[in-house]
């Protein structure tokens, strides 16, 4: 009776089928040479967000672009192709903090723009990608807003991905 049971449970096991993939954010920001607190907070809501629509996800550590993102994805790619995970995402925060009261803070206000590509690593292939402006989307310019923000991209980001 064990056996049938736990040869049950593997067969429903191998039905089940989890996308593996790598996040890299990467911080544009012309003018800084540091990691923001909201690039973080940003990088965990979106790693969370995949890891909770059932996504087995890893990162790579969020870096500054310094206008080298063809670069940075070249490197973190191949690393998630060493690591035999399916997929490669790509998440550009465009900041933009000219005209910010508090640019330390976690804010929305703080963020002109977020794109993403997503990569089918076993050809190299885009599966998706996108821009979204944080002027388009209604959050309060508060860390809660922010993280609803950063959710919100994660939603499209698994969207191209079930779309694969």
Do not use: H, K
């Given at each position: 009776?064990?056996?049938?049971?736990?040869?049950?449970?593997?067969?429903?096991?191998?039905?089940?089928?989890?996308?593996?993939?790598?996040?890299?954010?990467?911080?544009?920001?012309?003018?800084?040479?540091?990691?923001?607190?909201?690039?973080?907070?940003?990088?965990?809501?979106?790693?969370?967000?995949?890891?909770?629509?059932?996504?087995?996800?890893?990162?790579?550590?969020?870096?500054?672009?310094?206008?080298?993102?063809?670069?940075?994805?070249?490197?973190?790619?191949?690393?998630?192709?060493?690591?035999?995970?399916?997929?490669?995402?790509?998440v550009v925060l465009n900041y933009d903090t000219s005209d910010?009261?508090?640019?330390?803070?976690?804010?929305?206000?703080?963020?002109?723009?977020?794109?993403?590509?997503?990569?089918?690593?076993?050809?190299?292939?885009?599966?998706?990608?996108?821009?979204?402006?944080?002027?388009?989307?209604?959050?309060?310019?508060?860390?809660?807003?922010?993280?609803?923000?950063?959710?919100?991209?994660?939603?499209?980001?698994?969207?191209?991905?079930?779309?694969?």
């Amino acid at each position: 009776m064990f056996w049938a049971a736990a040869a049950a449970y593997l067969a429903m096991a191998g039905i089940v089928c989890a996308a593996s993939a790598s996040v890299q954010i990467i911080q544009n920001e012309q003018g800084t040479a540091v990691i923001r607190d909201a690039t973080y907070v940003f990088e965990d809501a979106v790693m969370n967000f995949c890891f909770e629509q059932g996504m087995i996800i890893s990162n790579t550590p969020a870096v500054l672009a310094q206008d080298n993102v063809s670069a940075i994805n070249a490197q973190a790619m191949s690393s998630a192709q060493s690591g035999r995970l399916e997929y490669y995402i790509s998440v550009v925060l465009n900041y933009d903090t000219s005209d910010s009261t508090n640019p330390d803070a976690v804010r929305l206000s703080n963020i002109d723009s977020v794109s993403w590509q997503v990569y089918r690593l076993a050809d190299a292939s885009l599966c998706g990608d996108g821009t979204l402006a944080a002027s388009a989307i209604a959050a309060d310019d508060t860390e809660d807003g922010f993280t609803d923000f950063a959710r919100q991209v994660a939603y499209y980001i698994c969207a191209d991905l079930n779309g694969r």
